[in-house]
């Protein structure tokens, strides 16, 4: 069951993950004898292309985070192969490598940590932190280091002065661009972004998402975004994959996921968004009970215990996961009888005008009603729909979306 | 009605003055006396909450939601002080309207008041829930110190209210400790015992911001039950713009200490008026919206919380920035024209910037201008 798909070539591939699994002992006794396993990761299959953005979704728990630090050997990977294309020795197995052999080939795969706060040595100048990657692999030294430095700060909209100064000066979202400094600094291809703005709020957030597109353009990165917002993996991903409880349970395209989910948990994902739109509000179907542990993952299916559309058979046999559409993998017995609910197209986002000075001058001059834009049309409907801005005129600030064709 | 409301002045009685309001809040200050410096984090600050509502407050980190639901709670840390102000509680419609910052913060007023009348959810269930206690013994105490005396019964009654918040095998939950239980678990566990006493007013303090969204589903759904059962009035503290749609009536949106806007949920989010209440939903990135689309970002971050920024706060962010006006006199409050429930705060619209007259009586009075606290 690999994923490799016969259109995508192995050389435009610059990760390809076979099998990963990650099991962490459980240990009990006098003796501290090994009892279970969690199997954090057990057997997932994806491939992440050069240039583009692979989002890994999922909730707290179901071995995400595992997965994107297991491909880095972070955690040892328990089985399964790593194959990175390294742009000098080609495709190598990241999982056979000595220490050594690692060392010289983890330059070009680089992390983002989660919380801004416990990722950055609060006792290490900032220009040191930076620094530390390029001094350990001896890459610069003296001036030339500074320098880099100081270009690292202003690449991710630091100033270079920044760099005498110590992390807790910093807010949450400067020291998140610090981290992506720390990243940058070895010229990677491959950065793990392990929920690198959920920590933010949203305002910040919108600035390092922004930022992390500008450096993926500009340094022709790739990157595995892994992360638990749906809205914001659907912004930064060409595509998508959901986990739960250590498998994949779909992989598509980012408009295609969304849109026509295959699997009935990214359907629930999807439906349990809150939608920033008070005409539309409404009440997503429940998911009953909690995730499984994943020291005692359900039989069969693993999302049948939760499914509403759950068979005799979802119990007994394992799904694997399969291209049920052309580039759309699912792990669902009934991805083809099912038609599951995806997220409608967002035609038009309600707030498209920015007040101007101009327009603002006229009114308090004149007579403010005029003022009161079209997008108030009958508050007392509360139709499901938002309702369109087309004749909202007065904006043209760019933001309205289009209605795919 | 559609008078420019500048002469109502910085108390901004409310809109709708006859209305039942649970908890009218005027003119709230708070300052935190540190060794850097003095942290401003409320500066006048006014709304209210009419019974059975939901309001919402919104805005980043650092703009004062959590010390605003601290102060109506009078939990606000040290070094932190009520400097003014003050919020009006009303027990029942018709019962005598009490201030409780008249109250002492350990008296036996406002302890009758806290987790009876007003309960509150912590953001974060770990720590908020005692470890070395069992969940079911930590609801009990809020009901034997305010409801009943027989423990058995407090006991039953903490059980009942874990059944009520979705909690599967209530008993067996009860008895168990909070490590035990998942997060969206312990967040139930919150919840039940905020709703232990059946309060008036429910503080929620971003109780969703830690989980998952199927468990942000089923804890909003679960306090909207509660809120239409029980008629709880709900200040829902979030920085989440889609709980805020889907949950509540009326929005605050704070911003360094003092609210910026306040409207309806509709208007908020359909016909927003504030420039940080627009940059602040274009910058959510939105289900459905294309990739490759921008994030509009609001340029520069939250200033400092020890420096003062004169005029208007929001001025070195602002997209619609005036020079000469909105970096030297702070706009005051005022209903935007022909809404009785929708003020703004922001030179761009009438009446928000004081007359010089005004700006020497009415307003300065109540509202320390920053540019004359430098």
């Given at each position: 069951m690999t994923t490799e798909s016969s259109a995508v070539a192995p050389d435009d591939v610059l990760l390809e993950v076979r099998n990963l699994k990650k099991h962490f002992p459980i240990t009990g006794g006098l003796l501290r004898r090994v009892v279970g396993q969690v199997k954090a990761v057990d057997g997932i299959n994806f491939f992440i292309k050069k240039g583009e953005t692979l989002g890994l979704v999922g909730e707290s728990g179901c071995g995400k985070s595992t997965a994107g630090r297991a491909i880095l050997r972070l955690h040892e990977p328990t089985d399964g192969e790593i194959i990175f294309n390294d742009p000098k020795r080609g495709q190598v197995h990241i999982e056979d490598l000595s220490f050594g052999e690692l060392k010289a080939v983890r330059p070009n795969m680089q992390i983002v940590f989660q919380d801004p706060f416990s990722s950055?040595?609060?006792?290490?100048t900032v220009g040191r932190i930076i620094a530390e990657p390029l001094v350990i692999n001896k890459v610069a030294s003296g001036r030339a280091l500074r320098d880099r430095v100081a270009e690292l700060l202003t690449v991710v909209g630091l100033r270079p002065e920044h760099a005498s100064r110590y992390p807790h000066a910093f807010s949450g979202g400067q020291r998140q661009r610090i981290g992506i400094a720390r990243a940058l600094a070895l010229n990677p291809k491959l950065i793990i972004c392990d929920e690198p703005v959920s920590a933010l709020d949203v305002s910040v957030q919108a600035q390092v998402l922004n930022l992390l597109e500008d450096l993926q353009e500009q340094f022709d990165l790739t990157y595995l975004f892994v992360a638990h917002d749906l809205s914001v993996v659907e912004h930064i991903s060409d595509r998508v994959a959901v986990m739960y409880v250590g498998y994949l349970v779909e992989m598509a395209d980012t408009e295609e996921l969304y849109h026509n989910p295959q699997h009935p948990y990214t359907e629930a994902l999807l439906g349990a968004i809150p939608k920033p739109d008070p005409r539309n509000r409404h009440r997503p179907t429940r998911l009953p009970g909690d995730v499984p542990s994943p020291a005692n993952p359900p039989t069969g299916c693993l999302f049948h215990t939760r499914c509403p559309y759950a068979q005799d058979v979802c119990v007994t046999e394992r799904p694997p996961l399969r291209e049920v559409l052309p580039g759309h993998w699912a792990a669902c017995h009934f991805s083809e009888t099912l038609r599951l609910k995806g997220v409608p197209r967002l035609n038009e986002i309600p707030v498209d005008t920015m007040p101007d000075a101009n327009a603002v001058a006229q009114m308090q001059s004149g007579h403010g009603q005029s003022q009161s834009n079209a997008t108030h049309n009958g508050p007392g409907d509360g139709g499901s729909r938002p309702p369109t801005t087309g004749s909202t005129g007065t904006g043209g600030t760019g933001i309205t979306i289009r209605p795919k064709s | 009605m559609a008078d420019p409301v500048a002469n109502t002045g910085s108390t901004a009685t409310t809109p709708d003055g006859g209305v039942d309001n649970l908890i009218q809040v005027e003119n709230l200050e708070v300052r935190f006396y540190t060794q850097v410096g003095v942290v401003r984090a409320l500066n006048g600050v006014d709304f209210n909450i009419p019974r059975g509502q939901v309001l919402g407050v919104v805005g980043e980190s650092g703009s004062g939601k959590s010390i605003t639901g601290l102060s109506i709670m009078q939990l606000v840390p040290r070094p932190g002080r009520v400097e003014g102000g003050r919020i009006l509680y009303k027990d029942k419609p018709d019962s005598k309207t009490i201030?409780?910052?008249?109250?002492?913060?350990?008296?036996d007023e406002m302890r009758a008041i806290r987790g009876d009348d007003i309960g509150m959810i912590f953001q974060e269930p770990m720590t908020s829930l005692n470890p070395v206690f069992k969940v079911g013994a930590q609801i009990q105490e809020a009901i034997l110190l305010h409801q009943t005396p027989n423990k058995q019964e407090a006991w039953d009654r903490a059980v009942d209210i874990l059944d009520k918040v979705g909690m599967p095998n209530a008993r067996r939950v009860a008895n168990?400790?909070?490590?035990?239980?998942s997060g969206g678990m312990r967040q139930r566990a919150m919840i039940a015992m905020a709703l232990s006493c059946s309060p008036n007013l429910l503080i929620a303090d971003e109780p969703t911001t830690a989980l998952d969204v199927t468990t942000e589903a089923q804890i909003l759904s679960l306090m909207r039950d509660l809120q239409s059962e029980i008629g709880t009035s709900i200040m829902f503290i979030t920085h989440n713009m889609g709980v805020v749609a889907q949950m509540c009536d009326e929005v605050a949106v704070m911003y360094l200490g003092r609210i910026v806007e306040r409207a309806t949920v509709d208007d908020i989010f359909y016909d927003p008026k504030h420039p940080y209440t627009i940059s602040l939903l274009r910058s959510i990135p939105r289900l459905g919206q294309k990739r490759g689309q921008r994030l509009e970002v609001i340029k520069g971050g939250v200033p400092d919380p020890y420096s003062t920024v004169t005029g208007c706060p929001f001025h070195p962010r602002c997209p619609s920035f005036m020079p000469g006006l909105c970096d030297t006199v702070l706009p005051i409050e005022a209903f935007i024209e022909g809404k009785t429930n929708h003020t703004v705060r922001c030179h761009l619209y009438p009446g928000c910037t004081p007359d010089s007259d005004q700006a020497v009586t009415g307003v300065s009075g109540t509202i320390p201008t920053t540019s004359k606290a430098q």
């Open positions: 950055l040595d609060p006792r290490m | 201030n409780i910052l008249d109250l002492g913060r350990q008296s168990s400790y909070p490590h035990e239980l």
